[in-house]
Every structure is written in C-alpha cells, then in structure tokens.
C-alpha cells in the first residue's frame, strides 16, 4: 500500500513543480515581450510639415517615414512598409525616412534603402509615431497621418495605398488632418 501512495505523491509533486516552471516562464515571457496594447488617440496636423529645401517643388511622389527606434509601435508596420516600398518605388515614389532626434538605432535591413533625412521643416510639431508624410508631384503635401488605426497595419487596413493610388491617377489629394486610434508613441515639440 506505501508503494502507489509514493508514487502517487512523486507524481503529484512533479506536475506541481512543471505547473510552476510552466507558469514561471509564461510571466517571464509576457513580462519581457509581450505589451498591452493601449488605445492611444492622436490628432495628426501637418500644416506645419515642409520638405527640405533641395526635395520641394514638382518632382515624383515623395513619401517620408518618421520614427522612433524606441517606439514599440514601429514593429506594427515595419512589414508593411516594406512591401510598400517593393510596390511602389519601382513606379518612382521616393521614400524617405526621418529619425527622431537625439535618438538611436537603425531602420531593419528591409527599409535600408529608405533615403534618410536629418531633418524636415515642421517635423518637431508632429504628436505621435510611426506617421507618414506624403507629398504629391507637384510639391504639396497630400496626407499626413498614422499609416493606420489599431495595434497592427497591413494592406487590408492601411491609409496609404488608397493615397499612393489615387496619386499614381493623378487625382487630388488632401488628407493632412487626422484622428486617428491605434498604437502610437509620443513625438514631443523640440525633439
């Protein structure tokens, strides 16, 4: 009769102690790399936002990329970005990239061609990031905002191919104020 009760109780204790190993590493796990997502609102305004002087006036479509290696959020499109840039560069849109200052990091391998810029005109009045910035042939800009709403981007919820689109059409664009709800990092005035 001792032998199954000591079995039983070895037993009993090894699962116990694989429960808490198990548990142990899953709090680990989504303490280190898992973040809640937060619906963070941000109101995008570009009346401020200039090209540098040597990229403004006629030209093709000029898109720039502003972030934060620090932020997060950036994850959420940086394969969307990607694919962007393998669909439309091949028709002439340029994409830029700017970093926030005093920050420090690298694009991913796969937006390295991006051209980066040091700085832009406006760009210390922009509220949140990842953000885009597109301006149209002739110079202006056309759209100015987040490149989607929520946690993740892709081309099913994007805003930018619509625009790109519409652009390569030659049709009029002018969407340089949103509101928009998603994964966003602040992008304070003087940074």
Same mark, same amino acid.
């Given at each position: 009769?001792?032998?199954?009760?000591?079995?039983?109780?070895?037993?009993?204790?090894?699962?116990?102690?694989? $429960?808490? $190993?198990?548990?142990?590493?899953?709090?680990?796990?989504?303490?280190?790399?898992?973040?809640?997502?937060?619906?963070?609102?941000?109101?995008?305004? #570009?009346?401020?936002?200039?090209?540098?002087?040597?990229?403004?006036?006629?030209?093709?479509?000029?898109?720039?990329?502003?972030?934060?290696?620090?932020?997060?959020?950036? $994850?959420?499109?940086?394969?969307?970005?990607?694919?962007? /840039?393998?669909?439309?560069?091949?028709?002439?849109?340029?994409?830029?990239? +700017?970093?926030?200052?005093?920050?420090? #990091?690298?694009?991913?391998?796969?937006?390295?061609?991006?051209? /980066?810029?040091?700085?832009?005109?406006?760009?210390?009045?922009?509220?949140? $990031?990842?953000?885009?910035?597109?301006?149209?042939?002739?110079?202006? +800009?056309?759209?100015? #905002?987040?490149?989607?709403? #929520?946690?993740?981007?892709?081309?099913?919820?994007?805003? /930018?191919?619509?625009?790109?689109?519409?652009?390569?059409?030659?049709?009029?664009?002018?969407?340089?104020?949103?509101?928009?709800?998603?994964?966003?990092?602040?992008?304070?005035?003087?940074?």
């Amino acid at each position: 009769m001792r032998q199954p009760y000591r079995s039983a109780l070895f037993a009993s204790l090894l699962l116990i102690l694989c $429960v808490g $190993v198990l548990w142990a590493a899953y709090d680990w796990f989504q303490g280190r790399y898992l973040r809640a997502f937060s619906e963070h609102t941000a109101v995008f305004s #570009g009346d401020a936002l200039r090209l540098p002087a040597d990229l403004a006036g006629p030209g093709n479509i000029r898109l720039v990329h502003f972030w934060d290696p620090a932020c997060p959020c950036n $994850v959420g499109n940086q394969q969307h970005l990607a694919e962007l /840039i393998e669909h439309y560069a091949p028709q002439g849109v340029e994409f830029y990239a +700017l970093q926030k200052t005093g920050s420090h #990091g690298q694009l991913p391998d796969n937006l390295r061609q991006m051209k /980066i810029l040091t700085a832009l005109p406006g760009a210390d009045q922009i509220p949140a $990031v990842p953000a885009v910035g597109i301006w149209d042939r002739t110079g202006k +800009l056309a759209y100015f #905002g987040p490149y989607s709403e #929520g946690l993740t981007c892709n081309s099913s919820n994007s805003f /930018i191919e619509p625009i790109l689109q519409a652009l390569e059409d030659g049709r009029a664009v002018n969407a340089t104020h949103t509101l928009a709800v998603g994964c966003y990092c602040s992008w304070p005035t003087g940074s």
